[in-house]
């Protein structure tokens, strides 16, 4: 399996994960629970910024296995080729 593959599993679960916290605040909401509803809250806000960080991760390496220019030290040895 690739990592790409794998950060964007592990975003998925983490998005699953958010929309499970956001509904059972959801739950406190309409009963005015509102210290459990701010927990979950909370936790859903944590599960959501964690997928981004998987997303973001999956989406450099995605750019990194199709473009092979954006990759550090690419440029150099084009502009050693187009010199030539």
């Known amino acids: 399996m690739s990592k790409t593959f794998e950060h964007y599993q592990g975003a998925a679960r983490h998005h699953e994960r958010a929309a499970y916290q956001f509904k ?5 909401h309409e009963t005015e629970e509102h210290e459990k509803e701010a ?3 909370y936790l859903a806000r944590g599960h ?5 960080v ?3 991760a ?3 390496l995605h750019v ?4 092979p220019r954006a990759m550090p030290g690419a440029g ?3 502009r050693k080729i187009g010199a030539a």
Do not use: G
């Open 48 to 52: 959501a910024q964690h997928a981004l």
């Open 54 to 56: 998987h997303e973001v």
């Open 39 to 41: 927990h979950h809250a």
């Open 64 to 67: 990194e296995s199709c473009d």
């Open 24 to 28: 059972e605040a959801a739950k406190y």
């Open 76 to 78: 150099d040895a084009s």
């Open 58 to 60: 999956a989406a450099k």
